[in-house]
């Protein structure tokens, strides 16, 4: 299968209840839990999912599957005949272009992300990640000529869509779009939005870092998610969040940077400089929908941490954690509505001005 959409995902969360209890099981003791597993997105997605009995569960299951597969095919900028690259194939500039519904939202989330951060959030910066895609693959920097041409090809301000026209305009030869940074959120809460409609409202759908919750599993506060650590990605997770009806996404380096003459580059790209991020940095963002916690992340990651996380503060409902690394170890900041999601025995986050745990 083709990889697709992994652009802004790089930190892996635990998914996992606490143990069993077996005065709390009893409360709905007509539900179990059934995990299912199926390679999408170019990663392995997995839903967990409370159901009277199996059959109902695979019904569900596969049904949000579908949504997801449904879903690349219209967002993917590594199928070339994905509905993005179809779009961007055919655009003419200044021609309003024929665009489904799903496309549409996800654009017109984007665009809105990118006037708020001014640009530091750009769903049109396809042109230079080609070139530090194929940085990854050759481990040589992107030629000084090319990567100013292609920034030259970049510019939110020279895209718009009508929602309610269901159309795409871009006024910029040879801009392109890519969703890689918000696009897995929202395919996640599709996904779930699915399992409700079946009647699983009991069910989390996770897709690498992006995950929706759904209403709590029985006897339980909530979705216990754990945030995988900075400096061990693969390691135990040492926090835990507690979920329900909520949207959380991880952004960051752990997976996908290249070293190249001693430096450490990241696969998230300053639209500015058009240079990958070479600072060790992650951001975990919970948010009552999907796109809004993928969104956030890769935004704030880019804006560094005093603007990202007043950019997460000042959006409703939403709470962010944002690590990176300094001289002396982890440092942890995060926005004040965090502690509302800590799981009931996660100890407090180290401020800013001391080490994390």
């Known amino acids: 299968m083709k990889a697709c959409l992994t652009s802004a995902i790089v930190l892996f969360f635990a998914v996992s209840l606490a143990a069993a209890n077996p ?10 839990k059934f995990t299912f597993a199926e390679p999408h997105l170019g990663t392995i997605v997995q839903i967990q999912v409370y159901a009277p009995e199996e059959g109902e569960a695979k019904e ?13 095919r219209i967002l993917s900028d590594y199928d070339p005949e994905s509905e993005l690259m179809r779009l ?15 496309f549409c939202a996800v654009l017109d989330a984007s665009l809105q992300l990118a006037r708020r951060t001014k640009g530091a959030f750009d769903p049109t910066l396809s042109p230079v990640i080609q070139l530090w895609r194929r940085a990854r693959r050759t481990r040589e920097l992107p030629q000084p000529a090319l990567l100013e041409a292609a920034l030259q090809r970049v510019g939110y301000q020279f895209v718009t869509v009508d ?33 409700r409609e079946k009647g699983l409202s009991r069910s989390l759908v996770a897709i690498s870092g992006d995950i929706a919750a ?12 754990g945030i995988a650590p900075l400096d061990k990605p693969d390691g135990q997770p040492s926090r835990f969040l507690k979920l329900v009806n909520m949207a959380v ?44 916690a ?16 007043k950019l997460i503060a000042d959006t409703p409902d939403c709470a962010g954690l944002y690590l990176e690394a300094g001289p002396d170890g982890l440092i942890a900041h995060e926005t004040e509505r965090l502690k509302a999601f800590f799981w009931p025995e996660t100890e407090e986050i180290p401020s800013a001005n001391g080490s994390s745990r």
């Open 88 to 102: 961007v194939r055919s655009a003419k500039v200044g021609q309003p272009m024929p665009a489904s519904s799903d």
């Open 23 to 32: 005065q709390r099981e009893a409360a709905v003791p007509s539900l179990q």
């Open 249 to 292: 996404s991880t952004s960051g380096d752990a997976y996908q940077s290249v070293e190249i003459a001693g430096i450490r580059y990241s696969h998230i790209i300053d639209p500015k400089t058009g240079v990958g991020l070479i600072e060790r940095r992650s951001v975990t963002v919970v948010a009552p929908h999907g796109m809004q």
């Open 294 to 309: 993928d969104g956030l992340d890769t935004a704030a990651l880019i804006l560094g941490p005093q603007a990202g996380l």
């Open 163 to 195: 929602t309610k026209a269901g159309t795409v305009t871009i006024q910029k030869e040879g801009l392109r779009l890519d969703f890689g940074g918000i696009a897995k959120g929202h395919i996640a809460e599709e996904a779930l939005k699915v399992l």
């Open 60 to 72: 569900g299951a596969a049904a949000a599957f579908a949504r997801i597969a449904e879903l690349n």
């Open 214 to 225: 759904g209403d709590t599993p029985p006897g339980e506060p909530g979705w216990r998610v």
